[in-house]
């Protein structure tokens, strides 16, 4: 219990810290959002109209830990501000729709990538010497390594631009209503396809050759001589007395890639213009539409540290040593 | 002497290790061939050598870009200033991650305790994004800041890898000697103890390198980086912006991703490689079947007689 305590009161300060950063970086930088704005609006903009949008953005006059407080306040009663691309939508509402998308798309993916990524692993490294084993993890860092925006532009132009196998834009079929019909959810998933392909190519390197080295590690250990010299089975060994051991450090070591897999969707929505925070990011990079992105690096931040805490739940029940 | 024994560590570094053979043929071709970019390319990559987006030829290799500018010579030259990034921020990285990692591993106690808070703080924060808000903030940045804002930001994982070895040499007997005999604390850490981290610091530099070429192709892709300025990630973002697979000049954009992914690529091979000399069990080879053949023809006698 004490563990899971310490383990929010980290992420805790870490959410602090987000939130610190991303007050300010604002106020760093020479200029702000709005003199950006002012700026761009070329003079046609009243005075009275600037000063509304400042303290609708959270640049109140005052001392900075006025400003600080001010800013903690809206940060939560979930008020980001409106946007300035779609004004006056607030941000809130347009990351409410967006983030769905998102979570889909890094959800499935990396359900896919554990899947196979740890059967591979395993397989490899009980088949030392293997195919498998020689040139899987190969490979696939081999592959992991090309950037996301290069995976995705050369998918993009091989699978949907070439061989028209897959659509070339949006999350699903424009034309259809969305809801709950059999049509509506296979366009959906149609649309999917290629990004979460994206995804997997980008992450699986990592569940592979990390379980293959954390397996192979484990392998070493006395209880497996014992588990086989009891006479147990390959399969039960190979799962049960290994994998179970070999996945703590694996766990550990691909949950922080949590964010990469998040900076990877910015890329691939881009390439594939899907509708999901990633490129409501690039968007607002475009427009300069300051509170968007910061209200986009702190839903990707808060997500990050979500699933590095569920990772450390799911060590808890891996691991009963840290039950104690 | 000292010869013989590096060639020594190389021969066994290659021996049935296609996948270094590979890297390293890769990582060094593409070295070369962007140090030499002015040699090899006869065109400026800066002029207007043909008409806009020409299929590749035998006058211009690799096709030109919207702009009519030739795409060779854009990828070699490009090459330069993307690796340089690469390089720069890898090597800022690996001196922040060593000083972090080896102090908090060697001191211990309180200086351990701040310095890993600090970086288990950095390390769960999401770097690429963090890396998009601060160059959209700063504005459009050149390859240098790109390198800095890199540099000082990744270099947690590293650090925590190194920490933790660090302990484990620490408690050596030959450390222990060492600050029995009176050895200096700065010479124990240099002498005695970085050189065994030697595979771990050069894998992680390694690891750096290829996270730095992704995150600097990236930030140019989305627009943060100077568009002026030659480098695979701008090539990209040129290409994207001139919707060049659209238009059907697929050269356009395929050159300078190939190069990236296969630098990459390269990159990653090696690194694999490095982290098999550093812990031996891990290596793959033709040795493991030949030993598996000698086993079962053992068993196969045994079971005969």
Request: aromatic content about 12%; some cysteine; hydrophobic content about 55%.
């Amino acid at each position: 219990m004490s563990f899971i305590l310490r383990r929010f009161a980290f992420y805790l300060v870490a959410i602090l810290i987000a939130i610190s950063f991303n007050f300010l970086i604002p106020r760093l930088m020479p200029g702000d959002p709005v003199d950006a704005l002012f700026a761009s609006a070329q003079g046609r903009m009243p005075l009275e109209t600037l000063q509304a949008y400042k303290e609708m953005l959270g640049f109140v006059d005052g001392p900075l830990w006025v400003q600080y407080l001010q800013y903690m306040k809206s940060i939560f009663t979930w008020d980001l501000g409106p946007t300035i691309m779609l004004f006056p939508l607030p941000v809130t509402e347009l990351l409410a729709v967006k983030l769905p998308w998102t979570l889909g798309l890094a959800g499935m993916s990396t359900v896919i990538c554990v899947m196979i990524g740890l059967v591979i692993g395993t397989f490899a490294a009980y088949n030392r010497g293997g195919f498998t084993d020689r040139f899987m993890p190969a490979f696939w860092a081999f592959m992991g390594a090309m950037p996301q925006p290069v995976t995705a532009l050369f998918l993009f132009f091989i699978l949907a631009l070439s061989w028209k196998w897959f659509p070339l834009s949006y999350g699903a079929n424009p034309d259809l209503d969305p809801g709950w019909t059999l049509e509506y959810v296979s366009s959906v998933l149609h649309h999917a396809v290629l990004p979460i392909l994206c995804m997997i190519i980008g992450g699986i390197g990592a569940w592979i050759f990390n379980m293959r080295n954390a397996m192979i590690n484990v392998l070493g250990e006395d209880y497996i001589t014992m588990a086989r010299a009891k006479g147990l089975s390959n399969r039960r060994v190979m799962t049960h007395y290994a994998a179970r051991n070999a996945l703590l450090p694996v766990v550990t070591a691909v949950s922080m890639q949590v964010g990469f897999v998040m900076a990877g969707a910015i890329f691939i929505e881009t390439v594939f213009n899907y509708p999901g925070v990633g490129l409501l990011l690039f968007k607002a990079l475009a427009a300069r539409d300051y509170p968007t992105m910061q209200a986009c690096f702190l839903m990707i931040v808060v997500f990050v540290l979500v699933f590095n805490f569920i990772a450390d739940l799911l060590n808890l029940w891996l691991d009963p040593r840290l039950r104690k | 002497m000292f010869s013989n024994k590096f060639f020594k560590f190389l021969r066994r570094f290659y021996k049935s290790n296609p996948a270094a053979i590979i890297g390293s043929f890769i990582v060094a071709s593409m070295i070369l061939l962007s140090v030499f970019a002015g040699a090899i390319a006869e065109n400026d990559p800066t002029k207007r050598v043909a008409r806009g987006h020409q299929p590749p030829s035998a006058e211009l290799l690799l096709g030109s870009t919207r702009s009519g500018k030739d795409v060779f010579s854009q990828v070699l030259h490009g090459g330069k200033i993307s690796l340089l990034v690469a390089f720069s921020a890898a090597a800022i990285t690996t001196v922040i991650a060593v000083a972090v990692g080896v102090s908090a591993g060697y001191f211990g106690g309180r200086v351990d305790e701040i310095l890993m808070s600090t970086t288990n703080i950095v390390l769960v924060f999401p770097q690429l994004p963090l890396l998009i808000i601060i160059a959209a903030f700063v504005g459009q940045v050149g390859p240098l800041v790109i390198a800095l804002i890199i540099g000082l930001s990744s270099w947690a994982w590293g650090a925590r890898v190194i920490r933790s070895q660090t302990m484990a040499v620490r408690n050596k007997e030959f450390v222990l000697a060492a600050e029995v005999m009176g050895e200096s604390k700065l010479r124990i850490i240099f002498v005695e103890i970085l050189p065994n981290l030697t595979s771990i610091v050069v894998g992680g530099a390694m690891g750096t390198c290829i996270y730095a070429l992704m995150a600097e192709a990236g930030l140019e892709f989305l627009g943060l980086g100077d568009p002026t300025i030659i480098t695979w990630g701008t090539m990209l973002f040129w290409a994207q912006s001139n919707s060049a697979f659209i238009v059907g000049a697929w050269w356009d954009m395929v050159v300078p991703g190939a190069a990236i992914a296969i630098f990459g690529g390269g990159l990653a091979l090696l690194n694999m490689s490095i982290d098999q000399v550093a812990n031996p069990k891990l290596k793959t080879g033709g040795y493991i079947k030949t030993w598996r053949r000698m086993k079962a023809d053992v068993e196969a006698r045994r079971a005969a007689a």
